[in-house]
Nanobody, 124 residues
Framework: QVQLVESGGGSVQSGGSLRLSCTAS????????MAWFRQAPGNEREGVAF???????TYADSVKGRFTISQDDAKNTVYLQMDSLKPEDTAMYYC??????????????????WGQGVQVTVSS
């Protein structure tokens, strides 16, 4: 199983920005997808950003245009840049990964490896 370690969570005011990082214990390649999920108290875990090994990305409608997922292959690290944050973005954020042999991100819709999570709190 892949080990994932997240960092970069914290508290910010509405309209602010944060960047989350997630370092993996394996090298990235075209057959591995990466994703960020979040879970707020009382809510189900939801996927917010997905990155396929081919570079294709997709985002939840609620974060589209505000969040950007990217990766640094040399550092085995995936990032989630979060801009124009809103109080409703407050949640525990989790990094996740799985294999996707087509280079897409569908394998990360139900990923097998998860990080421990980092808290993001946005105040109004």
């Amino acid at each position: 199983q892949v080990q994932l370690v997240e960092s970069g969570g914290g508290s910010v005011q509405s309209g602010g920005s944060l960047r989350l990082s997630c370092t993996a214990s394996v090298h990235f390649n075209s057959r591995r997808c990466m994703a960020w999920f979040r879970q707020a108290p009382g809510n189900e875990r939801e996927g917010v950003a997905f990155l396929g090994g081919s570079g294709r990305t997709t985002y939840a409608d609620s974060v589209k245009g505000r969040f950007t997922i990217s990766q640094d292959d040399a550092k085995n690290t995936v990032y989630l840049q979060m801009d124009s944050l809103k109080p409703e973005d407050t949640a525990m954020y989790y990094c996740a990964t799985d294999a996707d042999y087509d280079g897409g991100y569908y394998g990360c819709l139900t990923p097998s490896s998860w990080g421990q999570g980092v808290q993001v709190t946005v105040s109004s």
